[in-house]
């Protein structure tokens, strides 16, 4: 009788457990729903509208060419109202991810695009006008510093470029920085050093201001240049 009862209160606490088991993996299948359910929904927040798609259908035709949002980083980022990191506010051409971090070449805050980034890491970038975005390829005059610029290879001179393109340099009539007022109708050039994973030269245009001061651009890749790779100082 003795052994019996043992054996049916172990049985039980048997259950008890696997059904525990079972309402935790419940759970974490709940949880991973709503995890891609949220994606979804903040893939569509970030989605450029139907419209703007319908309008640049026959420019997204070309190869390396994309439509983005970018959000203010000041609304969503800081106050974390998104999952994904960096809330939308930055974005990668070769990667094709908002998420911050894989490559990012470009962000938006304060009404301002940015490319500076952690590390020793930098970009330039310019605003060229009112300017299509089909008038703007490698025989552009416009592009020739951009172009033709190298990137450095020791640690100390690439952060002293970060810090000189920070300031803004003149190059004919041409004002190159790392920050410049996002304006609509008006295109920009830019170039995105990240050593150990991409250098690449991007024209893209803002095409649209939305009343959340997001902004939707249409971006073209214009040339990818040999992986950058960093000798760091001792």
């Not at 609509?184 to 250098?199: A, E, K, V």
Request: net charge neutral; glycine share 6%.
């Amino acid at each position: 009788m003795r052994y019996t009862l043992i054996i049916a209160v172990f049985a039980a606490l048997c259950v008890t457990a696997s059904a525990q088991s079972e309402s935790r993996d419940q759970v974490m299948n709940q949880i991973e729903a709503k995890r891609t359910e949220l994606s979804a929904l903040e893939a569509k927040l970030l989605a450029p509208s139907d419209e703007d798609q319908a309008a640049y259908a026959e420019f997204l035709k070309q190869p390396d060419t994309g439509l983005v949002r970018l959000l203010p980083r000041e609304t969503y980022d800081k106050d974390k109202k998104l999952t994904i990191r960096g809330g939308g506010a930055y974005y990668s051409f070769t990667r094709r991810t908002h998420e911050y971090g894989f490559g990012t070449q470009i962000g938006l805050e304060q009404d301002s695009f940015s490319v500076t980034f952690a590390g020793a890491d930098y970009g330039m970038l310019a605003r060229v006008g009112d300017v299509p975005l089909s008038a703007i390829n490698l025989e552009n005059p416009a592009l020739n510093f951009l172009a033709s610029y190298e990137a450095v290879v020791e640690e100390p001179q690439a952060r002293s470029e970060y810090r000189r393109f920070a300031n803004g340099i003149k190059v004919g009539d041409i004002f190159y920085k790392t920050h410049l007022p996002a304006i609509i109708n008006n295109t920009y050039i830019l170039r995105g050093i990240h050593y150990s994973d991409s250098d690449v030269l991007v024209a893209f245009r803002v095409v649209q201001k939305d009343s959340d001061d997001s902004v939707i651009i249409l971006w073209k890749l214009l040339k990818k240049y040999p992986k950058p790779e960093l000798a760091r100082a001792n």
